[in-house]
């Protein structure tokens, strides 16, 4: 069983940047990939980026690449995504997931999930 909790949500100005972290709980954590997905209101949840168990491969949506970074810390039992560059289309409930999957981008291949932190970016 894992169990995760997101912090380091916010407002802030467009252009600006942000750290979301993601603390595990478990000790198999370090076993599963991981995933930030996000949803903003009236739309579907959809992926930003993931990173594999080891930490060794990174794959993101298009729409991030280039500004987002992923990262994780398993000593730590952490994630991480760094936020630069932020536009105000990347509003929305950040959600990290945890999971053993070939689809990186399919919410339904995750088995865990976080509450969720809100970034909102203005303009």
């Known amino acids: 069983q894992v169990q995760l909790v997101e912090s380091g949500g916010g407002l802030v100005q467009a252009g600006g940047s942000l750290r979301l972290s993601c603390a595990a709980s478990?000790?198999?954590?370090?076993?599963?990939?991981m995933a930030w997905f996000r949803q903003a209101p009236g739309k579907e949840r959809e992926f930003v980026a993931g990173i594999r168990w080891s930490g060794v491969s990174t794959y993101y949506a298009d729409s991030v690449k280039g500004r987002f970074t992923i990262s994780r810390d398993n000593a730590k039992n952490t994630g991480f995504l760094q936020m630069n560059s932020l536009k105000t289309e990347d509003t929305a409930v950040y959600y990290c997931?945890?999971?053993?999957?070939?689809?990186?981008?399919?919410?339904?291949?995750?088995?865990?999930w976080g509450q969720g932190t809100q970034v909102t970016v203005s303009s």
């Open positions: 997931a945890a999971g053993r999957t070939a689809r990186w981008t399919i919410a339904t291949e995750y088995n865990y």
């Open positions: 478990g000790r198999t954590f370090r076993t599963y990939d």
